[in-house]
């Protein structure tokens, strides 16, 4: 796909590998529409976007209230990119109700639903990249939530890849392993964001997975860290 005019959507802009892979689009000449809830961390996003030369939109949202997904309906991208996600942190046991139902409302409810409101208006050519993880097919106590969320979302992918191959619409499953962002100051321990995969080589990935012809797709990629999953 050819950047120059094209517009991305990235949901989970404000932070982390949203915010690296906005910037990145945006250098490679893709107008931005970035969406998350935080007003404060998406005004400095369109701060550093400012020396591209492309449009920038914000779009304020809580992902978890779909019901506000009407305000996409005329919209039409050409790039889709569901990076919003949340993690929650209790074993099976101590599970309730609320925190199981708040993770699979942003990590795949959100995208589904985000994906059915901007589809009609996706042509030939458009490309939807999701961010699933590595926690999708390696188990973590107390990350039952958070585990079988990715999982949804891989299977989500692998359905709407099939239903979108006559449009010409490419969908492609990426899943990191342990990554260096804020995502980790929520995650009780020591981390060394140092062993972690790095958010730029997230970032160029897609860029360069976007660049593909039309006759490749990248299906499914797994990006860990080289040390090992920490
Ligand atoms: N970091 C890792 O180790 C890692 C590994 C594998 C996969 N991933 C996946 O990569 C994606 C990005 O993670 P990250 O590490 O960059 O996390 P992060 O730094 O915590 O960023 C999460 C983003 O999601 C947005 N978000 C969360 N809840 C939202 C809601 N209800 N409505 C709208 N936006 C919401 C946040 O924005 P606001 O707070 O402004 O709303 C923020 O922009 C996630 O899907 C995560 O599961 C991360």
Redesign the pocket.
């Known amino acids: 796909m050819q950047a120059q005019g094209k517009k991305a959507l990235i949901?989970?802009?404000?932070?982390?590998?949203?915010?690296?892979l906005s910037i990145e689009l945006a250098r490679a000449g893709y107008n931005i529409c970035a969406?998350?809830?935080?007003k404060e961390?998406?005004e400095s996003l369109k701060k550093d976007l400012e020396e591209f030369s492309v449009q920038v939109e914000l779009i304020?949202?809580?992902?978890?209230?779909e019901r506000d997904f009407a305000q996409f309906e005329t919209m039409s991208v050409d790039v889709l990119i569901?990076?919003?996600?949340?993690?929650g942190l209790s074993t099976i046991k101590e599970m309730d109700i609320e925190e199981w139902e708040?993770v699979q409302?942003?990590?795949v409810t959100?995208p589904v639903f985000l994906t059915k409101t901007l589809l009609p208006s996706m042509q030939s050519g458009s490309h939807i990249i999701f961010?699933?993880?590595?926690?999708a097919k390696q188990a973590f106590p107390s990350w039952g939530a958070?585990c079988s969320?990715?999982a949804s979302l891989a299977s989500i992918a692998a359905v709407l890849r099939e239903e979108l191959r006559e449009q010409g619409v490419k969908v492609t499953l990426l899943?990191?392993?342990?990554?260096?962002?804020?995502?980790?100051?929520?995650v009780e321990g020591d981390w060394d964001q140092n062993r972690?995969?790095q958010?730029q080589s997230?970032a160029r990935l897609i860029v360069s997975i976007l660049s593909c012809d039309s006759q490749s797709s990248v299906d499914e990629l797994n990006i860990l860290p080289a040390a090992g999953i920490l």
């Not at 949901?11 to 690296?20: D, L, P």
């Not at 304020?60 to 209230?65: A, F, I, Q, T, V």
């Not at 961010?131 to 926690?135: E, R, Y």
């Open positions: 949901t989970g802009a404000s932070s982390g590998i949203g915010r690296t969406v998350a809830r935080n961390r998406l304020e949202l809580d992902l978890s209230n569901h990076c919003a996600g949340i993690g708040k409302r942003v990590n959100a961010l699933g993880s590595i926690a958070y969320s990715k899943q990191p392993g342990a990554t260096a962002t804020p995502f980790w100051e929520q972690m995969v958010t997230i």
